[in-house]
Structures are given as C-alpha cells and as structure tokens.
T-cell receptor, first 111, second 115 residues
C-alpha cells in the first residue's frame, strides 16, 4: 500500500532563516506530487506540483521554491522566511483523477 | 478568482440530524468533485467523490449530490455524529488547457455536531 511521510510535524523559525520541508512517498512510482498550504481563512492553496523528477510548476508566486530530486521525494524550501509564510503545509500525492492523498502536515510558525 | 466556493465558513448541527454542506464552482470544465474531511493539525482525508456523469453518489452516511446546471454540489451526512465535527473541504478537478487535473479546493466549512 502507498504511504506518504512528511516532516517535521512542527517548526518554529525566525524571520529570514531558511526552510526545508521534506516529503516522501512509498509504494508507488511516478506519482504527481503537490505542496499545499492552509492559511487562516484561505482554505487549501496549491503552491507547487510536479509530474516527474525535476519538473516543478508553481501556482502562486512567492518566496518559496520546490524541488523533486528523486521520483518519490518532494522538497519545499525557502532561502529567507517571511512572517507571512506561517501556516500549515501539506504534501500530497496522486495519480491523475484519483484525488489526492495527504501527509500529516507541518505547522510552520515564523517568528 | 475563486473557482470553488464554500460560502458557509461554519455549520452547527444537532447529533442525529442531517448535515448539509454546500459547494459552488464556476469553471464548467471541472468534471470530478471530491469532499475531504480535516481534523486540526492533520492532513485532509478523502471522504467521497463524484464524477460529472453522475448526479448522486452514496457511501454509508455520506451522500454527495451534483447539480451541473447550477454548478453546485452538496454533501449530506445522515445521521450526524459528534465524531463528524471537522472542517470539510470541497475540491474540483478537470483536464483543460495546461491543467494536470490538479485539485482546486474551497476554503472549507467547519462542521460542529453537538451531542
């Protein structure tokens, strides 16, 4: 069966510090991978999606970036965090049209 | 521009009664709709889905209705239980233009089921 792992679960970072959130999927190959953010009052916002290694599409311009160095690994990064980057970040995987399966999320607080 | 709208941020229902969560969409190219349930500090979990070729899909206590002409779908939970208290997200997808079938989510509706 497929599983998705996302870490860390919580993170408190100072403004201006770098960020690296990692997500890995097991039990499937060549999945579509996604990073979402849930911010207060804004629902689930798609940040990045990837249909293959090295292929990243950005949905929302911001100071975050994503990378997919391996088939089942998706990384969300920032060089310098802003206060507005605080939120609940979710990694997800899917086959097209099968819906999305989410990780447990990372609560990021930028102070 | 919100393509998927959940206009009620919250809903309170008595245990045993019906909960009805509503969702509207604007893009007629959407052809697949899903509902997700989310508890605090956890990732959303898939609940039920419906294809645009159907107008109803039922799974236990959960039924999703789709009205394509009105671009409206609803989730019915009957009977509601306290464990159903969570945030419910409506999502839509479709293959059009450069879309990869990505899910577009609404802002969510917080359901509270009171004992």
């Amino acid at each position: 069966s497929q599983t998705i792992h996302q870490w860390p679960a919580t993170l408190v970072q100072p403004v201006g510090s770098p960020l690296s959130l990692e997500c890995t999927v097991e039990g499937t190959s060549n999945p579509n991978l996604y990073w979402y953010r849930q911010a207060a009052g804004r629902g689930l916002q798609l940040l990045f999606y990837s249909v293959g290694i090295g292929q990243i599409s950005s949905e929302v311009p911001q100071n975050l970036s994503a990378s997919r160095p391996q088939d089942r690994q998706f990384i969300l990064s920032s060089k310098k965090l802003l206060l507005s980057d605080s939120g609940f970040y979710l990694c997800a995987w899917s086959w097209p049209k099968d819906g999305a399966f989410f990780g447990q999320g990372t609560r990021l607080t930028v102070v | 521009d919100q393509q998927v709208k959940q206009n009620s941020p919250s809903l309170s229902v008595q245990e045993g009664r019906i909960s009805i969560l509503n969702c509207d969409y604007t893009n007629s190219m959407f052809d697949y709709f899903l509902w997700y349930k989310k508890y605090p500090a956890e990732g959303p979990t898939f609940l039920i889905s419906i294809s645009s070729i159907k107008d109803k899909n039922e799974d236990g206590r959960f039924t999703v209705f789709l009205n394509k002409s009105a671009k409206h779908l609803s989730l019915h939970i009957v009977p509601s239980q306290p464990g159903d208290s969570a945030v419910y997200f409506c999502a839509a997808s479709g293959y059009y233009g450069g879309s990869q079938g990505n899910l577009i989510f609404g802002k969510g509706t917080k359901l509270s089921v009171k004992p």
